[in-house]
Antibody
């Protein structure tokens, strides 16, 4: 089983860049065929897949966020990151990192609330 | 890429069975054998309960089962228990490395 922990600022100003890191333990990021994902839940809404980075470093993005989104991985630090630029209040959400095979997110972080506000 | 369609809420009594539907299109649910289901208790991390349409993770109760017909996937929970009360989400592969969730269904165990 993989353990995941999100970290990053809980408050981001509008128009700034939201940056989060997910630290991975219990597995190598390049072994096991894992996909490393970011998923969010806006207040009162359902889950939304943001994007992922594969064990080989390939990235995949939600088309609705693609223009503002960068997901990367640092295998030396065993973590992967999310950067979402030009944020607005609509980006306020609980952000989860999750890992698993192709589309089955078997392991999740506890989630971190990010509020976009001035 | 549109969200998959789920009923907003379902309810059942302890011991009963319920089914939650998840309707997509021929470009996602109907095209790939890659529908997953998640149980989400508010304030906790979601939990995988079904993957690849109908497979259960190791150790998960066989009260949970998944199926699919055409563009609609279904999650059935039999022998409802109080602790099953939660939000349930389906997810499907949508092509080109992307994934889409359903809007979620709130299960109330009366």
């Amino acid at each position: 089983q993989v353990q995941l922990q999100e970290s990053g600022p809980g408050l981001v100003r509008p128009s700034q860049t939201l940056s989060l890191t997910c630290t991975v333990s219990g597995s190598s990021m390049t072994g096991g065929g894992y996909y490393w994902n970011w998923i969010r839940q806006r207040p009162g809404k359902g889950l939304e897949w943001i994007g992922s980075v594969s064990y080989s470093g390939s990235t995949f993005y939600n088309p609705s966020l693609r223009s503002r989104l960068t997901i990367s991985m640092d295998t030396s630090e065993n973590h992967f990151s999310l950067k979402l630029s030009s944020v607005t209040a609509a980006d306020t959400a609980v952000y989860y990192c999750a890992a698993g095979g192709y589309g089955d997110y078997a392991d999740w972080g506890q989630g971190t609330l990010v509020t976009v506000s001035s | 890429q549109s969200a998959l369609t789920q009923p907003a809420s379902v309810s059942g009594s302890p011991g009963q069975s319920i089914t939650i539907s998840c309707t997509g299109t021929s470009s996602d649910v109907g095209k790939y054998y890659l529908v997953s289901w998640y149980q989400h208790h508010p304030g906790k991390a979601p939990k995988l309960i079904i993957y690849e349409d109908s497979k259960r993770p190791s150790g998960l109760s066989n009260r949970f089962s998944g199926s699919k017909s055409g563009n609609t996937a279904s999650l059935t929970i039999s022998g409802l228990q109080i602790e099953d009360e939660a939000d349930y989400y389906c997810s499907s592969y949508a092509g080109s490395g992307t994934w889409v969730f359903g809007g979620g269904t709130k299960l109330t165990v009366l």
